[in-house]
């Protein structure tokens, strides 16, 4: 979603959109589809308000086994709780839930910098929970564990 033709918007979606398509090509993904509102601008009688421009990517993929789950619910005795990190952003919550929790929007907002990283981190992820080692996971910014 998208305020365009205002002064700078079409420019800041078209830097949004290679940016996109630039991660998506890193890490050997495909986008799909798009669906977009690019006319966020509510108008008043005496001024304009623009929406931040905002991306939404939602994604899917094979699941070999859908009871295999891994829920945002910690469990004593089971083993330790680390944090790790998907980006050398050094952990940048601007605008996340997380931050609203704490009472501070922030303004560095999450990002990735190393799409190669960012893969190998979800592989690593993704290799443990296969092995069931991983018994609860959570993504920082959308609160707490």
Excluded at 29 to 46: A, E, F, R, W
Excluded at 94 to 123: E, H, I, M, W
Aim: glycine share 6%.
């Amino acid at each position: 979603m998208w305020p365009c033709n205002n002064p700078g918007e079409d420019e800041r979606l078209y830097s949004a959109v290679e940016a996109c398509a630039a991660f998506a090509i890193s890490l050997g993904v495909n986008i799909p589809t798009g669906k977009d509102s690019l006319s966020m601008k509510q108008k008043y009688s005496d001024k304009e308000v623009l929406a931040p421009g905002t991306v939404i990517i939602s994604a899917s993929a094979h699941c070999s086994d859908i009871k295999s789950v891994v829920r945002p619910m910690a469990r004593p005795n089971k083993g330790k709780l680390y944090y790790i990190p998907m980006s050398d952003q050094n952990c940048q919550l601007g605008g996340t839930a997380y931050a609203q929790l704490k009472n501070c929007v922030g303004n560095q907002a999450a990002d990735v910098s190393d799409a190669t990283q960012f893969r190998v981190n979800f592989d690593a992820i993704q290799e443990l929970r296969q092995k069931r080692e991983i018994y609860a996971g959570h993504d920082i910014g959308s609160e707490v564990l």
